[in-house]
């Protein structure tokens, strides 16, 4: 079984390819033919660390991603997230290879951002504000400069002076990047990558601008708020983890027989173009399918 490192599985995974496979997985799972149940996290006794368990199933290959969580890992020079995914054949179980399994998640998780302006934007997309500037942030940098070279990326930070900081640690050939500027024209879309439990985004919502929200992973956390919620169509990528795990929806108390799946766009029911869209990522097992497909191709 071949094992690939970090800078191996980000080789493996084009962005361009991975948002192609993401859409088709997308598909597949709405028509029953990739099999993902919820995620299952278990703590550790002393609640400083946690294993979380991602498998699926698909009829080409079956896929489990492994993640240990330790968030003061850091203060001793190791990285909080550290795992694998782990990729098998469907026909008779062979282990075929493994994937670093954060370099998995920041790229799958990015490209399905970019999926999600791919599908919902209602015009070229010209500027972007990005609020975050961790990691994510980072993949998503990498992702917007092979899909959409040229751009205009606005960075807002918690402090001016930490996206200055990003802007200048960060510049990535293709794209015009800076900080976010008081008085800022609305971007044509808002991307939000934080950890925040307040919103940070809560701006009137207009069909011009796609909002799409990345972070607020557990229902305690928010970044988008419920002006911009309220006025706007509502998609998940994820139908089955987002009501416990989109915290944006959940605070704002949404119905949730109002919130459609990505893959109800993919299909071709889209909002009206007058209609405000606001695109919440949450992440599941068959998204890491889709990447491991796409690593097989390239030489998995």
Same mark, same amino acid.
């Given at each position: 079984?071949?094992?690939?490192?970090?800078?191996?599985?980000?080789?493996?995974?084009?962005?361009?390819?991975?948002?192609?496979?993401?859409?088709?997985?997308?598909?597949?799972? +709405?028509?029953?033919?990739?099999?993902?149940?919820?995620?299952?996290?278990?703590?550790?006794?002393?609640? @400083?660390?946690?294993?979380?368990?991602?498998?699926?199933?698909?009829?080409?290959?079956?896929?489990?991603?492994?993640?240990?969580?330790? +968030?003061?890992?850091?203060?001793?020079?190791?990285?909080?997230?550290?795992?694998?995914?782990?990729?098998?054949?469907?026909?008779?179980?062979?282990?075929?290879?493994?994937?670093?399994?954060?370099?998995?998640?920041?790229?799958?998780?990015?490209?399905?951002?970019?999926?999600?302006?791919?599908?919902?934007?209602?015009?070229?997309?010209?500027?972007?504000?990005?609020?975050?500037?961790?990691?994510?942030?980072? &993949?998503?940098?990498?992702?917007?400069?092979?899909?959409?070279?040229?751009?205009?990326?606005?960075?807002?930070?918690?402090?001016?002076?930490?996206?200055?900081?990003?802007?200048?640690?960060?510049?990535?050939?293709?794209?015009?990047? @800076?900080?976010?500027?008081?008085?800022?024209?609305?971007?044509?879309?808002?991307?939000?990558?934080?950890?925040?439990?307040?919103?940070?985004?809560?701006?009137?919502?207009?069909?011009?601008?796609?909002?799409?929200?990345?972070?607020?992973?557990?229902?305690?956390?928010?970044?988008?708020?419920?002006?911009?919620?309220?006025?706007?169509?509502?998609?998940?990528?994820?139908?089955?983890?987002?009501?416990?795990? +989109?915290?944006?929806?959940?605070?704002?108390?949404?119905?949730?027989?109002?919130?459609?799946?990505?893959?109800?766009?993919?299909?071709? @029911?889209?909002? &009206?173009?007058?209609?405000?869209?606001?695109?919440?990522?949450?992440?599941?097992?068959?998204?890491?399918?889709?990447?491991?497909?796409?690593?097989?191709?390239?030489?998995?």
């Amino acid at each position: 079984m071949k094992q690939y490192s970090a800078q191996d599985t980000r080789a493996l995974l084009p962005f361009p390819a991975l948002i192609d496979a993401l859409a088709q997985a997308a598909l597949d799972t +709405a028509a029953g033919q990739i099999l993902c149940p919820e995620r299952t996290t278990i703590r550790t006794r002393d609640q @400083r660390g946690a294993l979380m368990s991602m498998p699926c199933v698909g009829d080409d290959i079956m896929v489990t991603k492994l993640l240990t969580l330790f +968030a003061g890992n850091p203060a001793h020079g190791l990285p909080s997230i550290q795992g694998q995914v782990i990729c098998a054949e469907a026909q008779a179980g062979r282990f075929l290879f493994t994937l670093d399994g954060p370099t998995v998640t920041m790229r799958r998780t990015a490209a399905i951002s970019l999926l999600g302006i791919r599908t919902f934007a209602h015009a070229p997309v010209r500027r972007v504000l990005m609020i975050g500037t961790g990691t994510q942030a980072v &993949a998503h940098l990498q992702a917007l400069a092979a899909v959409y070279p040229g751009i205009t990326v606005v960075i807002r930070g918690r402090t001016a002076e930490r996206a200055r900081a990003f802007c200048a640690a960060h510049a990535m050939p293709g794209l015009s990047m @800076r900080p976010e500027q008081a008085h800022e024209d609305p971007c044509d879309v808002v991307l939000t990558l934080t950890a925040s439990t307040t919103a940070i985004y809560d701006a009137p919502a207009r069909a011009s601008c796609l909002v799409i929200g990345v972070g607020a992973y557990r229902t305690d956390m928010v970044e988008i708020g419920p002006t911009t919620i309220a006025g706007s169509a509502l998609y998940v990528d994820d139908p089955i983890g987002a009501p416990s795990e +989109a915290g944006d929806l959940y605070q704002a108390g949404v119905d949730w027989q109002n919130v459609h799946p990505l893959a109800r766009a993919l299909q071709g @029911r889209l909002p &009206a173009p007058d209609q405000p869209v606001f695109f919440k990522s949450v992440g599941c097992a068959a998204w890491d399918l889709a990447a491991c497909r796409v690593a097989r191709q390239q030489g998995g």
